[in-house]
């Protein structure tokens, strides 16, 4: 199963969305591409 590459995927992108917030940037428009 691929679960193990799902949950590294949405780690990733809560991570980067993290990041985002810190500098001020809009996170949604770019987690929603």
Same mark, same amino acid.
């Given at each position: 199963?691929? %679960?193990?590459?799902? *949950? +590294? &995927? #949405?780690?990733?992108? &809560? #991570? &980067?969305?993290?990041?985002? *917030? *810190? #500098? %001020?940037?809009? #996170? +949604?428009?770019?987690?929603?591409?």
């Amino acid at each position: 199963t691929n %679960g193990w590459t799902y *949950e +590294l &995927l #949405s780690v990733s992108c &809560l #991570s &980067l969305a993290a990041k985002m *917030e *810190e #500098s %001020g940037a809009p #996170s +949604l428009p770019v987690i929603q591409r």
